[in-house]
T-cell receptor, first 119, second 112 residues
Framework: GAVVSQHPSWVICKSGTSVKIECRSL??????MFWYRQFPKQSLMLMAT?????????EQGVEKDKFLINHASLTLSTLTVTSAHPEDSSFYIC???????????????FGQGTRLTVV | AQTVTQSQPEMSVQEAETVTLSCTYD???????LFWYKQPPSRQMILVIR??????QNATENRFSVNFQKAAKSFSLKISDSQLGDAAMYFC?????????FGKGTRLHILP
Protein backbone atom coordinates (compact mmCIF):
# COMPACT_ATOMS: atom_id res chain seq x y z
CA GLY A 1 0.00 0.00 0.00
CA ALA A 2 0.92 3.63 -0.18
CA VAL A 3 3.46 4.78 2.35
CA VAL A 4 3.66 7.98 4.28
CA SER A 5 6.89 8.56 6.14
CA GLN A 6 7.28 10.91 9.04
CA HIS A 7 10.56 12.13 10.47
CA PRO A 8 11.79 12.22 13.13
CA SER A 9 9.96 9.55 15.08
CA TRP A 10 10.86 11.29 18.31
CA VAL A 11 12.53 14.54 19.28
CA ILE A 12 13.44 16.32 22.48
CA CYS A 13 13.95 20.05 22.38
CA LYS A 14 14.50 22.85 24.84
CA SER A 15 11.82 25.35 25.71
CA GLY A 16 11.89 28.33 23.39
CA THR A 17 13.42 26.53 20.45
CA SER A 18 11.71 25.45 17.24
CA VAL A 19 11.42 21.96 15.87
CA LYS A 20 10.49 20.78 12.40
CA ILE A 21 8.64 17.58 11.58
CA GLU A 22 8.57 16.23 8.05
CA CYS A 23 5.85 14.21 6.36
CA ARG A 24 6.58 12.60 3.03
CA SER A 25 4.44 10.58 0.68
CA LEU A 26 6.89 8.03 -0.69
CA UNK A 27 5.14 6.56 -3.67
CA UNK A 28 2.39 8.97 -4.56
CA UNK A 29 1.80 12.67 -4.92
CA UNK A 30 -0.36 14.23 -2.26
CA UNK A 31 -1.88 17.61 -2.98
CA UNK A 32 -3.34 17.56 0.51
CA MET A 33 -1.86 16.38 3.76
CA PHE A 34 -3.24 16.54 7.26
CA TRP A 35 -1.64 17.14 10.63
CA TYR A 36 -3.06 15.66 13.81
CA ARG A 37 -2.13 15.94 17.44
CA GLN A 38 -2.71 13.12 19.88
CA PHE A 39 -2.49 13.57 23.63
CA PRO A 40 -1.79 10.48 25.76
CA LYS A 41 -4.69 8.05 25.74
CA GLN A 42 -6.77 10.42 23.67
CA SER A 43 -8.00 10.67 20.13
CA LEU A 44 -6.44 12.31 17.12
CA MET A 45 -7.36 15.96 16.84
CA LEU A 46 -7.06 17.53 13.41
CA MET A 47 -4.84 20.58 13.59
CA ALA A 48 -4.63 21.70 9.99
CA THR A 49 -4.96 20.77 6.37
CA UNK A 50 -1.83 21.31 4.34
CA UNK A 51 -2.35 22.29 0.73
CA UNK A 52 0.43 22.08 -1.82
CA UNK A 53 1.36 25.49 -3.13
CA UNK A 54 -1.00 27.41 -0.89
CA UNK A 55 -1.62 28.32 2.72
CA UNK A 56 -2.66 25.68 5.20
CA UNK A 57 -6.14 25.66 6.62
CA UNK A 58 -6.12 25.58 10.41
CA GLU A 59 -8.79 24.20 12.68
CA GLN A 60 -10.42 26.44 15.21
CA GLY A 61 -8.24 26.99 18.25
CA VAL A 62 -4.96 26.06 16.57
CA GLU A 63 -2.40 28.87 16.55
CA LYS A 64 -1.15 29.27 13.02
CA ASP A 65 1.85 31.30 14.13
CA LYS A 66 2.90 28.59 16.52
CA PHE A 67 2.37 25.64 14.25
CA LEU A 68 3.81 26.63 10.89
CA ILE A 69 2.91 24.37 8.01
CA ASN A 70 4.64 24.36 4.67
CA HIS A 71 3.66 22.14 1.74
CA ALA A 72 6.28 23.09 -0.80
CA SER A 73 6.05 20.00 -2.99
CA LEU A 74 3.60 17.25 -3.84
CA THR A 75 5.45 14.79 -1.62
CA LEU A 76 6.49 16.86 1.38
CA SER A 77 4.71 18.77 4.10
CA THR A 78 6.45 20.14 7.18
CA LEU A 79 5.12 21.17 10.57
CA THR A 80 7.29 23.54 12.56
CA VAL A 81 6.52 24.04 16.21
CA THR A 82 7.89 27.48 16.99
CA SER A 83 9.02 28.68 20.40
CA ALA A 84 8.10 25.33 21.85
CA HIS A 85 6.87 25.02 25.42
CA PRO A 86 6.34 21.94 27.57
CA GLU A 87 2.59 22.06 26.87
CA ASP A 88 3.41 21.47 23.19
CA SER A 89 4.74 18.05 24.12
CA SER A 90 2.56 15.55 22.32
CA PHE A 91 2.37 12.96 19.57
CA TYR A 92 2.00 14.48 16.11
CA ILE A 93 0.74 12.43 13.18
CA CYS A 94 0.43 13.31 9.53
CA UNK A 95 -1.71 11.68 6.89
CA UNK A 96 -2.26 11.93 3.18
CA UNK A 97 -4.62 10.58 0.61
CA UNK A 98 -3.50 9.22 -2.71
CA UNK A 99 -5.95 10.59 -5.25
CA UNK A 100 -5.19 7.73 -7.62
CA UNK A 101 -5.62 4.81 -5.25
CA UNK A 102 -8.26 3.09 -3.27
CA UNK A 103 -11.91 2.58 -3.98
CA UNK A 104 -13.71 5.86 -4.22
CA UNK A 105 -10.54 7.66 -3.17
CA UNK A 106 -11.40 7.07 0.45
CA UNK A 107 -8.37 5.77 2.24
CA UNK A 108 -5.96 8.00 4.12
CA UNK A 109 -2.45 6.80 4.88
CA PHE A 110 -0.77 7.77 8.10
CA GLY A 111 2.80 8.46 9.02
CA GLN A 112 4.26 6.66 11.99
CA GLY A 113 4.01 9.75 14.16
CA THR A 114 6.47 11.98 15.98
CA ARG A 115 6.72 12.14 19.73
CA LEU A 116 7.76 15.65 20.73
CA THR A 117 9.03 16.32 24.23
CA VAL A 118 9.81 19.88 25.22
CA VAL A 119 11.98 20.24 28.29
CA ALA B 1 -20.76 19.74 13.05
CA GLN B 2 -19.95 16.12 12.69
CA THR B 3 -19.16 14.16 15.82
CA VAL B 4 -18.13 10.58 16.45
CA THR B 5 -18.89 8.89 19.76
CA GLN B 6 -17.35 5.75 21.13
CA SER B 7 -18.99 4.98 24.44
CA GLN B 8 -16.67 2.18 25.51
CA PRO B 9 -13.28 3.49 26.70
CA GLU B 10 -12.03 -0.06 27.30
CA MET B 11 -13.12 -3.58 26.53
CA SER B 12 -11.74 -7.04 27.14
CA VAL B 13 -12.37 -10.26 25.30
CA GLN B 14 -11.12 -13.78 25.68
CA GLU B 15 -8.86 -15.01 22.93
CA ALA B 16 -10.83 -16.73 20.14
CA GLU B 17 -14.07 -15.10 21.25
CA THR B 18 -16.05 -12.38 19.49
CA VAL B 19 -16.25 -8.75 20.55
CA THR B 20 -18.24 -5.79 19.27
CA LEU B 21 -17.07 -2.20 19.55
CA SER B 22 -19.72 0.50 19.38
CA CYS B 23 -19.70 3.76 17.48
CA THR B 24 -22.33 6.37 16.78
CA TYR B 25 -21.96 9.50 14.75
CA ASP B 26 -23.87 12.62 14.02
CA UNK B 27 -24.18 14.17 10.59
CA UNK B 28 -26.71 15.84 8.39
CA UNK B 29 -25.02 14.60 5.24
CA UNK B 30 -26.15 11.63 3.20
CA UNK B 31 -22.89 10.89 1.41
CA UNK B 32 -19.91 10.08 3.59
CA UNK B 33 -17.50 7.37 4.61
CA LEU B 34 -16.94 5.55 7.85
CA PHE B 35 -13.81 3.79 9.03
CA TRP B 36 -12.38 1.77 11.84
CA TYR B 37 -8.69 2.33 12.48
CA LYS B 38 -6.45 0.30 14.75
CA GLN B 39 -3.59 1.90 16.67
CA PRO B 40 -1.27 -0.70 18.24
CA PRO B 41 1.43 0.24 20.79
CA SER B 42 3.66 1.32 17.90
CA ARG B 43 1.05 4.08 17.38
CA GLN B 44 0.97 3.52 13.63
CA MET B 45 -2.60 4.02 12.43
CA ILE B 46 -3.84 1.01 10.48
CA LEU B 47 -7.04 0.94 8.49
CA VAL B 48 -9.16 -2.02 9.56
CA ILE B 49 -12.31 -1.57 7.51
CA ARG B 50 -14.24 1.07 5.56
CA UNK B 51 -17.89 1.60 4.72
CA UNK B 52 -19.42 3.86 2.12
CA UNK B 53 -22.64 5.38 3.40
CA UNK B 54 -24.48 4.77 0.14
CA UNK B 55 -23.88 1.03 0.40
CA UNK B 56 -26.45 -0.90 2.38
CA GLN B 57 -24.34 -4.03 2.55
CA ASN B 58 -22.14 -4.25 5.62
CA ALA B 59 -18.41 -4.29 4.91
CA THR B 60 -16.38 -7.36 5.83
CA GLU B 61 -12.63 -7.92 5.95
CA ASN B 62 -11.72 -11.42 7.08
CA ARG B 63 -12.41 -11.54 10.84
CA PHE B 64 -13.61 -7.94 10.92
CA SER B 65 -17.12 -6.89 9.99
CA VAL B 66 -19.34 -3.92 10.64
CA ASN B 67 -22.97 -3.40 11.44
CA PHE B 68 -23.87 -0.19 9.66
CA GLN B 69 -27.23 1.26 10.58
CA LYS B 70 -27.52 4.48 8.61
CA ALA B 71 -30.84 5.65 10.00
CA ALA B 72 -29.63 5.09 13.53
CA LYS B 73 -26.19 6.55 12.67
CA SER B 74 -24.54 3.55 14.19
CA PHE B 75 -21.38 1.83 12.97
CA SER B 76 -20.19 -1.02 15.18
CA LEU B 77 -17.17 -3.23 14.59
CA LYS B 78 -17.28 -6.96 15.23
CA ILE B 79 -14.05 -8.86 15.65
CA SER B 80 -14.44 -12.61 15.40
CA ASP B 81 -11.96 -15.20 16.67
CA SER B 82 -10.05 -12.54 18.59
CA GLN B 83 -6.29 -12.87 18.51
CA LEU B 84 -3.61 -11.50 20.80
CA GLY B 85 -2.45 -9.25 17.97
CA ASP B 86 -5.82 -7.54 17.94
CA ALA B 87 -4.99 -5.79 21.21
CA ALA B 88 -4.88 -2.07 20.40
CA MET B 89 -6.78 1.18 20.46
CA TYR B 90 -9.59 1.21 17.95
CA PHE B 91 -10.84 4.47 16.52
CA CYS B 92 -14.09 4.94 14.68
CA UNK B 93 -13.83 7.71 12.09
CA UNK B 94 -16.10 9.69 9.80
CA UNK B 95 -15.06 11.32 6.57
CA UNK B 96 -16.82 13.71 4.28
CA UNK B 97 -14.68 15.62 1.84
CA UNK B 98 -11.10 15.74 3.01
CA UNK B 99 -11.49 15.81 6.77
CA UNK B 100 -11.53 12.73 8.95
CA UNK B 101 -13.09 13.07 12.38
CA PHE B 102 -12.11 10.46 14.96
CA GLY B 103 -13.91 9.14 17.99
CA LYS B 104 -12.11 8.99 21.33
CA GLY B 105 -11.21 5.38 20.89
CA THR B 106 -11.76 2.06 22.60
CA ARG B 107 -8.84 0.19 24.10
CA LEU B 108 -9.25 -3.50 23.42
CA HIS B 109 -7.56 -6.06 25.66
CA ILE B 110 -7.27 -9.68 24.58
CA LEU B 111 -7.20 -12.15 27.45
CA PRO B 112 -5.15 -15.30 26.79
Amino acid sequence: GAVVSQHPSWVICKSGTSVKIECRSLDFQATTMFWYRQFPKQSLMLMATSNEGSKATYEQGVEKDKFLINHASLTLSTLTVTSAHPEDSSFYICSARDPHRGPMNTEAFFGQGTRLTVV
Amino acid sequence: AQTVTQSQPEMSVQEAETVTLSCTYDTSESDYYLFWYKQPPSRQMILVIRQEAYKQQNATENRFSVNFQKAAKSFSLKISDSQLGDAAMYFCAYRRGDKIIFGKGTRLHILP
